[in-house]
Structure formats: structure tokens, C-alpha cells
């Protein structure tokens, strides 16, 4: 004759069951996030923001820029701005002629 589980028993189980189905749904979130970033990044990367448009990489002393083909805007990454005004203040008219003086 089986042996009918407690109510404990069966309380502890069902809490199981959840906390697995709640895991499970957890991964299947994040991996459905993980693809819609990624999607997004491949729908977007390297595309104006303004008009859409492929970015071209162009050179700038040392700094490389991305220009839009079709609007001409100009796109900076992290620090780049920085990068490009530290390399102007170093060969700006200012400094060339305090270079001239010693300084």
C-alpha cells in the first residue's frame, strides 16, 4: 500500500517544482535578451544614427572618427573628442610660438 506524502511533504515539492520553473524562465529571459542585443547590435553597428546610413572610418591626426556618408555628421567614440582637443592644444599656434620662446 503507498504511503499518501504529508502535507510538508507536498508543500515542499511544489516550492521546488517553482523555484525551478522561475530559474528556468530566468535563463530563457536572459538568453532571449542576449539575442535581441545582439540582433540589434548587427541591425545597427556602424550605421548613422541620424539617417541610418553605413559610417565610414576617416582619420583624424590620431584619432579615427566615423563620418555618415549620406548626412556627412560626424560620430565620436569614448574619449575621442578628448583626444582630438589634447592633440590640438599640443599643435596649436599658441603652443608652436611658446615652443619658439623655450616653454
Known amino acids: 500500500m503507498p504511503v499518501k506524502p504529508s502535507e510538508k511533504e507536498e508543500q515542499f515539492f511544489r516550492e521546488q517544482e517553482l523555484k525551478r ?26 550605421h548613422c544614427p541620424k539617417c541610418g546610413q553605413a559610417l565610414i572610418v576617416e582619420k583624424y591626426g590620431d584619432v579615427e572618427v566615423d563620418v555618415c556618408g549620406g548626412c556627412k555628421g560626424l560620430w565620436l567614440d569614448a574619449n575621442e573628442l578628448d583626444q ?3 592633440a590640438k592644444e599640443q599643435t596649436g599656434p599658441l603652443r608652436r610660438f611658446l615652443k619658439i620662446l623655450g616653454g
Open 21 to 46: 520553473q522561475l530559474a528556468q524562465a530566468r535563463a530563457e529571459q536572459e538568453a532571449m535578451a542576449a539575442a535581441e542585443k545582439q540582433r540589434l547590435k548587427e541591425l545597427h553597428y556602424m
Open 84 to 86: 582630438i582637443l589634447a
